[in-house]
C-alpha cells in the first residue's frame, strides 16, 4: 500500500473583457492519494470496510445469514436463489434488485427500498418490512407467513393477497 501526500494549489483567473479588468485568486488543498491494488472492487456500492468483506462473501458463495448489512447499497443486484435468512437489512437499497427465490426468512428489512424488487417465490416467513418501499415490487409466489409490513408503501405491489 503507497500513500501520498500532495499539496495542491489551483490559480483561478476571471477576465472582465469589455473592462479589462482582471480577477485572481488561488486556493491551497492537501489531498492524500492511495495506491490499494490489493483490495478487490466491485460494481455494488458499499458502506463499510467489513460490509465489503460481507457483500464479497453474498456474491461468491450465495449467503450471508444473519449478516448486518444495514445501509447497504445492492440496487439492481443479481440475488436470485441468495440465503438472507435472517440478515439486518436495516436502510438496506435493494432497488430494482433480482431477489426471485431468496431465503430472506427472519430478515429485517425495516426502512429497506425494494421498489421495483422482483422476489418472486422468495422465502419471506417472519420478515419484518416495516415501513419498507415496495412500490411495484414482484412478490408472486412468495411466502409472507407471518411477514411484517406494517406502514409499508405496497402500492403496485404484484403477488401479494391483502
Not at 500500500?1 to 494549489?9: E, P
Not at 473592462?19 to 485572481?24: A, D, F, Q, V
Not at 419471506?124 to 407471518?146: P, S
Given at each position: 500500500?503507497?500513500?501520498?501526500?500532495?499539496?495542491?494549489?489551483?490559480?483561478?483567473?476571471?477576465?472582465?473583457?469589455?473592462?479589462?479588468?482582471?480577477?485572481?485568486y488561488?486556493?491551497?488543498?492537501?489531498?492524500?492519494?492511495?495506491?490499494?491494488?490489493?483490495?478487490?472492487?466491485?460494481?455494488?456500492?458499499?458502506?463499510?470496510?467489513?460490509?465489503?468483506?460481507?457483500?464479497?462473501?453474498?456474491?461468491?458463495?450465495?449467503?450471508?445469514?444473519?449478516?448486518?448489512?444495514?445501509?447497504?447499497?445492492?440496487?439492481?443486484?443479481?440475488?436470485?436463489?441468495?440465503?438472507?435468512?435472517?440478515?439486518?437489512?436495516?436502510?438496506?437499497?435493494?432497488?430494482?434488485?433480482?431477489?426471485?427465490?431468496?431465503?430472506?426468512?427472519?430478515?429485517?428489512?425495516?426502512?429497506?427500498?425494494?421498489?421495483?424488487?422482483?422476489?418472486?417465490?422468495?422465502n419471506?416467513?417472519?420478515?419484518?418490512?416495516?415501513?419498507?418501499?415496495?412500490?411495484?415490487?414482484?412478490?408472486?409466489?412468495?411466502?409472507?407467513?407471518?411477514a411484517?409490513?406494517?406502514?409499508?408503501?405496497?402500492?403496485?405491489?404484484?403477488?401479494?393477497?391483502?
Open positions: 500500500m503507497i500513500i501520498t501526500t500532495q499539496k495542491k494549489i489551483t490559480l483561478f483567473a476571471i477576465t472582465m473583457l469589455a473592462s479589462g479588468l482582471s480577477i485572481c488561488y486556493k491551497t488543498e492537501t489531498t492524500q492519494a492511495a495506491n490499494l491494488k490489493s483490495l478487490q472492487t466491485t460494481t455494488i456500492a458499499q458502506a463499510n470496510p467489513n460490509q465489503n468483506e460481507l457483500i464479497n462473501r453474498l456474491l461468491s458463495t450465495r449467503e450471508c445469514q444473519g449478516c448486518d448489512l444495514r445501509d447497504v447499497d445492492l440496487e439492481k443486484a443479481d440475488l436470485n436463489g441468495v440465503d438472507l435468512s435472517n440478515a439486518i437489512l436495516i436502510d438496506a437499497d435493494l432497488d430494482q434488485a433480482n431477489l426471485s427465490n431468496a431465503n430472506l426468512s427472519g430478515a429485517n428489512l425495516t426502512d429497506a427500498d425494494l421498489e421495483k424488487a422482483n422476489l418472486t417465490g422468495a419471506l416467513t417472519g420478515a419484518n418490512f416495516t415501513k419498507a418501499d415496495l412500490e411495484g415490487a414482484n412478490l408472486t409466489n412468495a411466502d409472507v407467513t407471518n411484517e409490513f406494517t406502514d409499508a408503501d405496497l402500492e403496485g405491489v404484484t403477488g401479494l393477497s391483502r
